[in-house]
């Protein structure tokens, strides 16, 4: 069986050196009660994945290749518009680069080292609920309501001002 390629987005890495997966659950940490439904209290955070990948310029056959890559990495994080990762295990939908750390030392001077850690955006659907224009659903207040019996009412007097600048 061929296992698929890892690809960040559009990127292929031409090595992948290691590879995390962080699947987390939060569960609240206060009491719950009993035979209350603990799927109530906990749920999914964000997945979170991070690759160590190289690219070298011998792999494309010129200088300036893991340059072009490295620009790539970088527009794909301030674009900012969720992607999808592709590993042998599984795809991760929805992802952002969170973090590029880039290594470079005398060793590797052809070569583009990248640790690549990147977040899940968790995105939801949401509906809007009409209830009537409230002008027109109030305008007889006696269909929409009930009707309570606050007693009888004495009328004060109002101490000689009369409402009208007097």
Same mark, same amino acid.
Request: proline content about 6%.
């Given at each position: 069986? #061929?296992?698929? &390629?890892?690809?960040?987005?559009?990127?292929?890495?031409?090595?992948?050196?290691?590879?995390?997966?962080?699947?987390?659950?939060?569960? $609240?940490?206060?009491?719950?009660?009993?035979?209350?439904?603990? *799927?109530?209290?906990?749920?999914?955070?964000? /997945?979170?994945?991070?690759?160590?990948?190289?690219?070298?310029?011998? @792999?494309?056959?010129?200088?300036?290749?893991?340059? =072009? /890559?490295?620009?790539?990495? =970088? +527009?794909?994080?301030?674009?900012?518009?969720?992607? $999808?990762?592709? @590993?042998?295990? &599984?795809?991760?939908?929805?992802?952002?680069?969170?973090?590029?750390?880039?290594? $470079?030392?005398?060793?590797?001077?052809?070569?583009? =080292?990248?640790?690549?850690?990147? &977040?899940? /955006?968790?995105?939801? *659907?949401?509906?809007?609920?009409? #209830?009537?224009? !409230?002008?027109? +659903?109030?305008?007889? %207040?006696?269909? @929409?309501?009930?009707?309570?019996? !606050?007693? $009888?009412?004495?009328?004060? %007097? +109002?101490?000689?001002?009369?409402?009208?600048?007097?």
């Amino acid at each position: 069986m #061929i296992k698929p &390629r890892r690809i960040i987005g559009t990127v292929i890495p031409d090595v992948v050196v290691e590879e995390v997966a962080r699947d987390n659950l939060f569960v $609240t940490q206060h009491p719950v009660e009993q035979g209350a439904s603990i *799927s109530d209290h906990a749920f999914s955070m964000p /997945v979170e994945l991070e690759m160590q990948c190289g690219w070298s310029n011998s @792999t494309a056959g010129y200088v300036g290749y893991i340059d =072009l /890559v490295y620009q790539e990495m =970088l +527009s794909l994080q301030a674009m900012r518009e969720p992607f $999808t990762v592709y @590993t042998p295990y &599984r795809a991760y939908p929805n992802m952002l680069i969170s973090a590029l750390e880039r290594t $470079t030392d005398e060793r590797s001077p052809g070569a583009l =080292l990248l640790r690549v850690g990147m &977040r899940e /955006v968790i995105i939801v *659907s949401t509906e809007v609920a009409s #209830i009537g224009n !409230a002008k027109s +659903s109030q305008a007889i %207040p006696q269909k @929409t309501t009930t009707s309570v019996s !606050a007693g $009888t009412k004495q009328v004060k %007097p +109002s101490n000689g001002y009369a409402g009208n600048g007097a």
